[in-house]
């Protein structure tokens, strides 16, 4: 075979030798082998590395779903939460247990509330509501209103006083 001069080579023919027709490198595979094997091998490892890349994409995506999950860092932090120190401890059990029930009005869906609520000072100094109770409820549009929320006042104080009395052994 003559190589051109374009590529560097010479007008000679090249040797011939035991490797090969053009004597350089191992024999070549008869043309009819490679291209049976070929398109399958190529298809089976391809298809093989798309999918280990597919597998690693969605391990590192739960990886990273279960690393942020709030459900598992408010686990973790729940863990490493220190209790009270005994002497807070002690003044959060007293005022719980010094809780008051006191009277209370809202307004929810057009209807006025009267409630009872049983809260304590908390250690901020900010109230804490513990339990909270529809003592009655009536349309806040009533005409007769200013009546009714008076009677229903005196009647939530009448019943925080004996729950209080109740609850504290006055």
Same mark, same amino acid.
Not at 102 to 128: I, K, M, N, Q
């Given at each position: 075979?003559?190589?051109?001069?374009?590529?560097?080579?010479?007008?000679?023919?090249?040797?011939?030798?035991?490797? %090969?027709?053009? %004597?350089?490198?191992?024999?070549?595979?008869?043309?009819?082998?490679?291209?049976?094997?070929?398109?399958?091998?190529?298809?089976?490892?391809?298809?093989?590395?798309?999918?280990?890349?597919?597998?690693?994409?969605?391990?590192?995506?739960?990886?990273?779903?279960?690393?942020?999950?709030?459900?598992?860092?408010?686990?973790?932090?729940?863990?490493?939460?220190?209790?009270?120190?005994?002497?807070?401890?002690?003044?959060?059990?007293?005022?719980?247990?010094?809780?008051?029930?006191?009277?209370?009005?809202?307004?929810?869906? %057009?209807?006025?509330?009267?409630?009872?609520?049983?809260?304590?000072?908390?250690?901020?100094?900010?109230?804490?509501?513990?339990?909270?109770?529809?003592?009655?409820?009536?349309?806040?549009?009533?005409?007769?209103?200013?009546?009714?929320?008076?009677?229903?006042?005196?009647?939530?104080?009448?019943?925080?006083?004996?729950?209080?009395?109740?609850?504290? %052994?006055?």
């Amino acid at each position: 075979m003559l190589y051109p001069l374009s590529y560097g080579g010479s007008s000679a023919a090249a040797p011939t030798g035991a490797y %090969g027709e053009e %004597g350089i490198g191992p024999p070549l595979p008869s043309p009819s082998r490679a291209a049976a094997r070929t398109p399958r091998a190529h298809y089976r490892r391809d298809m093989t590395g798309l999918l280990a890349a597919l597998v690693l994409v969605a391990v590192l995506a739960v990886v990273v779903v279960w690393v942020a999950s709030p459900d598992r860092r408010a686990r973790l932090s729940a863990g490493r939460q220190a209790a009270l120190p005994p002497r807070e401890r002690a003044l959060l059990a007293d005022a719980v247990a010094a809780a008051r029930w006191t009277p209370a009005h809202d307004e929810v869906d %057009g209807r006025t509330r009267v409630l009872l609520r049983r809260s304590y000072t908390g250690l901020d100094g900010l109230p804490v509501l513990l339990e909270e109770r529809v003592f009655t409820d009536f349309p806040a549009d009533d005409p007769a209103w200013e009546a009714r929320f008076t009677e229903a006042m005196a009647g939530a104080r009448f019943r925080c006083t004996y729950l209080n009395n109740e609850e504290h %052994g006055a």
